[in-house]
């Protein structure tokens, strides 16, 4: 069988598993990618098919392990419930972006004075936000 074979058929289990075991999509994409890139790396060579299905499904479930240990990933903010709720949709994110060009145009119309202390103004405001 080829890689490209073995890939598609193991492609489905391998982002189920991932997916149940994170509970992210996001991380489940991550470890997908990982188990496909360490099988073409190591390119092992399977006895059998059901050979084949423990290894994709052992290496998934270790990277997910790996995952949840590693500090970057336990220091990681997820989003909430209300920091989702915040999202914007595509319309509300065009009209911001709008407002944004229009507030830019106009700050270049003003006298380079007044807007250099304006941009300094709002530069550290937002710094001091963050």
Known sequence: MTTTETIKQYSKLVHVLAL???NQPSDA??????VF???IDKQPKFRDE???KAWF???TVNITKDMYKSAAHS???DLDESAAQDEMTDSEFIDQIERKAVFSERIEQLNPRYREVLMLHLTAGTRSRK
Request: a positive charge; hydrophobic letters at 35%.
């Open 37 to 39: 890139l360490r099988y």
């Open 29 to 34: 994409d991550d470890v997908y990618q990982e």
């Open 50 to 52: 059901q050979h084949a």
């Open 75 to 77: 220091k990681r903010a």
């Open 20 to 22: 149940a075991r994170t």
């Open 57 to 59: 499904i052992r290496v």
